[in-house]
């Protein structure tokens, strides 16, 4: 279904810039969930202008390269600020369009969109604003998986690194992980990584994925994010013949630029994989007492199970909270990424969805659970 009309637009170019909270008012909730379109013109520059009704609330864009902003509502109105300057839209159905009017200080400009109707897909990405119990009913809903051949096999590459020697060696970690079983050098390596590094969601470390060039930078003492963190405890982990492969998490919304990164860590002894993270100095168990893996973490949050957390788990120093750590993983486990190849540096990414999604990536796609998750190959 489309409704077309003609567009009249000119200071919504500013959209982009926009900060906000969203809330839903009776009269903004009234309007079709969907796309609202139209063109602007700004400094000979053309812009694409969308609004984004989710459901949950407003999205707002300027141009493809600028990214999704949340858009605050009150009163009826989408509300957002542009340099230090309050603007306002109103949005009403007309008789065969939906018209608005902008207003900034005073001015007003009229407004004037085309509406589409969403895909399947399209309401995926629409849960970026989705609450918590939302998320969950994705989860319940997008279980299905299939075999299709497409993951290829782990390749390993483990023991100390020529090139990462120096830095391992440099901080004494034989002395830290060496004559342990492999559960106990996991547990060693992730309390080392956590009481010797901080996490910081805004980590500059723009540099590749050896542990070496993680860990020198790490010593800067600039933080790290869980994508480092994780990179940096699997590389000390392989080096000390562990197989352990960093697992990006993802909501299912790829507008959603904020995922997290554990470690699988492969246990010889258990035959299994250990869930790691190094973000909270975390470790998971279930009922039983047995460590989970990150497979089996989607499974317990959408069934509900209880799961137990290591007494040393924290953030920062900081007490943790298993159940916000519960709310955060219910949104993040609905898509992983992986590497296949893991040694000085990790390639060959595979990338699990569900049957009947469609995500856009440079990775090798797969629907196949069961590959995805299998276990490596026992040493001989």
């Known amino acids: 279904m489309l409704k077309t009309i003609k567009i009249m637009l000119g200071l919504l170019c500013l959209l982009s810039g926009c900060a906000a909270k969203t809330t839903i008012s009776d009269s903004l909730e009234s309007l079709p969930v969907g796309f609202y379109e139209g063109a602007g013109f700004l400094v000979d520059h053309d812009r694409r202008l969308v609004l984004i009704n989710t459901g949950?609330?407003?999205?707002?864009?300027?141009?493809?390269?600028?990214?999704?902003?949340?858009?605050?509502?009150?009163?009826?109105?989408?509300?957002?600020?542009?340099?230090?300057?309050?603007?306002?839209?109103?949005?009403?159905?007309?008789?065969?369009?939906?018209?608005?009017?902008?207003?900034?200080?005073?001015?007003?400009?009229?407004?004037?969109?085309?509406?589409?109707?969403?895909?399947?897909?399209?309401?995926?990405?629409?849960?970026?604003?989705?609450?918590?119990?939302?998320?969950?009913?994705?989860?319940?809903?997008?279980?299905e998986y299939a075999p299709d051949g497409n993951v290829p096999a782990y390749q390993f590459d483990l023991g100390k690194d020529p090139q990462a020697s120096a830095w391992l060696d440099q901080h004494q970690l034989d002395e830290v992980l060496s004559g342990k079983t492999d559960v106990e050098l996991m547990k060693a390596g992730l309390f080392w990584v956590c009481e010797e590094y901080d996490h910081s969601s805004?980590?500059?470390?723009?540099?590749?994925?050896?542990?070496?060039?993680?860990?020198?930078?790490?010593?800067?003492?600039?933080?790290?994010?869980?994508?480092?963190?994780?990179?940096?405890?699997?590389?000390?982990?392989?080096?000390?013949?562990?197989?352990?492969?960093?697992?990006?998490?993802?909501?299912?919304?790829?507008?959603?630029?904020?995922?997290?990164?554990?470690?699988?860590?492969?246990?010889?002894?258990?035959?299994?994989?250990?869930f790691l993270d190094p973000t909270y100095n975390l470790m998971l168990m279930d009922e039983q007492g047995n460590y989970i893996g990150v497979e089996a973490l989607r499974s317990a949050l959408i069934e509900g199970r209880p799961l137990t957390a290591n007494p040393e788990a924290n953030y920062n120093g900081e007490a943790f909270v298993l159940d916000d750590y519960r709310d955060y993983m219910t949104k993040n486990t609905f898509r992983f990424e992986r590497p296949a190849v893991c040694g000085r540096e990790i390639s060959d990414f595979v990338y699990l969805i569900p049957v009947n999604t469609q995500f856009s990536t440079s990775s090798l796609l797969s629907t196949d659970w069961d590959a995805f998750w299998a276990t490596p190959e026992k040493d001989a």
């Not at 605050?72 to 542009?82: I, M, N, Q, S």
């Not at 805004?202 to 994010?225: C, E, F, H, I, P």
């Open 56 to 143: 949950q609330g407003w999205l707002g864009q300027i141009g493809v390269q600028s990214p999704l902003q949340r858009l605050d509502e009150e009163d009826g109105k989408l509300r957002f600020t542009y340099e230090d300057e309050v603007f306002t839209l109103t949005i009403e159905p007309g008789k065969e369009s939906y018209q608005g009017r902008l207003d900034r200080g005073g001015q007003t400009s009229s407004v004037a969109l085309v509406w589409s109707e969403p895909e399947a897909n399209d309401l995926l990405n629409f849960s970026l604003n989705a609450s918590t119990q939302e998320r969950m009913e994705l989860l319940v809903k997008y279980q």
């Open 202 to 274: 805004y980590s500059q470390y723009r540099g590749d994925d050896s542990l070496d060039s993680v860990g020198v930078y790490a010593d800067t003492g600039k933080g790290l994010n869980c994508n480092n963190l994780s990179v940096l405890l699997s590389g000390i982990l392989r080096s000390y013949g562990v197989k352990a492969v960093p697992v990006w998490c993802l909501s299912a919304s790829q507008w959603d630029q904020e995922c997290h990164v554990v470690v699988q860590a492969y246990s010889e002894q258990l035959d299994q994989w250990i």
